[in-house]
């Protein structure tokens, strides 16, 4: 296992509501990116932080939302849920931004979303 | 825009047995990398392997290895001597150089046979 956490595992919400994923980097590692995996899907690039810093975002809508600590942790907020955002949401860290390429990025067990 | 194409959805193949999961994808791009995930069932994604478009020779690590056709933009696996433990669903992955969004495949479900 990597040592990349998510919390909670499994949440159910309801449309309209807002959510708050949070992901603990491995040790050392100072970038995360936000991934959502629909059923059936392979994943889908949110954003990425590093530093503190949002470093890239993919194709998704302002309320998807997010924030890195000091200690590298981060939190993925959704706002507004639309039953579309049911789906499995990984985070990944790395010792730096990926787009360097030689850095390999370990992924969390993933936080699954159910909207009802 | 660039897109991963997986043609097979599952596949299955006898341990000890040869494997080829197929991935094509679309770029304009002359920099980029092409990486091959493993999501086993319950547990976390893990790298199996990685390539620099630049570079002609294909990666090896250990029993997987890949043919990267860069003018077919074709980027294959091979799995050698499969084990139970590659029972997983594999995603190929796409990132331009200078970039941080990856772009995955659907996935192909690979279930190896005793």
């Known amino acids: 296992e990597t040592g990349v956490t998510q919390s909670p595992t499994h949440l159910i919400k309801t449309r309209g509501q807002q959510v708050t994923l949070r992901c603990s980097s491995q040790?050392?590692?100072?970038?995360v990116s936000w991934y959502q995996q629909a059923l059936g899907q392979g994943p889908q690039f949110i954003f990425q932080?590093?530093?503190?810093?949002?470093?890239g975002r993919g194709n998704f809508p302002p309320r998807f939302s997010g924030l890195q600590f000091p200690n590298y942790s981060s939190e993925l907020n959704v706002n507004a849920l639309e039953l579309d955002d049911s789906a499995l949401y990984l985070c990944?860290?790395?010792?730096?931004?990926?787009?360097?390429?030689?850095?390999?990025?370990?992924f969390g067990p993933g936080t699954r979303l159910l909207v009802l | 825009a660039q897109t991963v194409t997986q043609s097979q959805p599952e596949m299955s193949v006898q341990e000890a047995e040869t494997v080829t999961l197929s991935c094509t994808y679309d770029?304009?791009?002359?920099?980029?990398?092409l990486f091959w995930y493993k999501q086993p069932p319950s547990r976390q994604m893990i790298l199996v392997i990685r390539?620099?478009?630049?570079?002609?020779q294909n990666a090896t690590e250990n029993r997987f290895s890949v043919n990267f056709q860069k003018a077919a933009k074709s980027f294959s696996l091979k799995i050698s001597d499969s084990q139970l433990g590659d029972t997983a669903m594999y995603f190929c992955?796409?990132?331009?150089?200078?970039?941080?969004?990856?772009?995955f495949g659907a996935g192909t479900r690979l279930t190896v046979k005793p």
């Open positions: 990944a860290s790395s010792s730096a931004p990926t787009s360097t390429s030689q850095e390999t990025q370990y």
């Open positions: 040790s050392g590692h100072n970038t």
């Open positions: 932080y590093y530093r503190e810093e949002e470093n």
């Open positions: 770029t304009s791009e002359n920099n980029y990398y």
């Open positions: 390539q620099e478009a630049y570079k002609q």
């Open positions: 992955a796409f990132m331009k150089r200078n970039n941080n969004d990856m772009r």
